[in-house]
């Protein structure tokens, strides 16, 4: 059964900072791996994806890797902004399903 | 182009009914899947549909139901309503289910709560 954890829970940094936000997953035998943000009592909106057979994809302020013979991703934010502050979801898609499994995410708060 | 829509945005039901969630996907995607975010956790899985049929099915009680239109908009059926459903249902879509690469966009999400 794959299972996805995140790390860590809840996370506060001073506006500018650099941070990387860590996924592991304990199944390999995944199809792709995806970052969602979530506002509070919002749905989600898809950051990045990144195909099993890619190791980084990168958007913006935004570069996600993935390590899928280890298990993990991380999401690094340059240069972190008030704005980002949110819950950051990592999901994957287990290969044979057709279905997302997603991390409990991680709550990001930037401050000014 | 809208994004996935979903209605209602609020809903509170008392234990014992019924409610039906309702989905429409991105102008052109074909595949739907429904999710359970109870506070504090990730979304899990409860359905995905395709071209009118369940493609796939998470671990929930036959209390869930679901089906999709020609139109490839979506309902999400739940009956005998327990505490325990409060909850944000998420729908996602996509344009084709199936092996390979597919990204899911997510609608704003219906907060139910059972009271």
């Known amino acids: 059964k794959q299972e996805v954890t995140q790390i860590p829970a809840a996370l506060s940094v001073p506006e500018g900072e650099n941070l990387v936000l860590n996924c592991s997953f304990t199944?390999?035998?995944?199809?792709?791996l995806q970052w969602f943000r979530q506002d509070p009592g919002k749905g989600l909106t898809s950051l990045l994806l990144?195909?099993?057979?890619?190791r980084e994809q990168t958007s913006g302020r935004l570069n996600a890797s993935l390590d899928k013979s280890s298990g993990r991703s991380t999401l690094y934010i340059a240069a972190s902004q008030p704005g980002d502050s949110a819950t950051y979801l990592c999901a994957v898609r287990p290969a044979g399903f057709q279905k997302l499994v997603f991390g409990t995410g991680t709550r990001l708060l930037v401050s000014p | 182009d809208a994004g996935v829509t979903q209605s209602p945005t609020h809903l509170i039901k008392t234990r014992g009914q019924h409610v039906t969630l309702r989905c429409s996907p991105i102008s052109g995607h074909k595949s739907v899947s429904w999710y359970q975010q109870v506070l504090g956790q990730g979304p899990q899985f409860i359905f995905q549909?395709?071209?009118?049929?369940?493609?796939g099915r998470g671990n929930f009680p036959d209390r869930f139901s679901a089906r999709q239109f020609p139109n490839y908009s979506s309902e999400l059926n739940v009956n005998a309503l327990l505490l325990g459903d409060s909850a944000l249902y998420l729908c996602a879509s996509s344009l084709l289910p199936g092996v390979g690469s597919y990204e899911q966009y997510f609608g704003p999400g219906t907060r139910l709560t059972v009271t």
């Open positions: 990144i195909q099993s057979s890619q």
């Open positions: 199944d390999s035998a995944i199809y792709n």
């Open positions: 549909y395709y071209e009118k049929e369940e493609r």
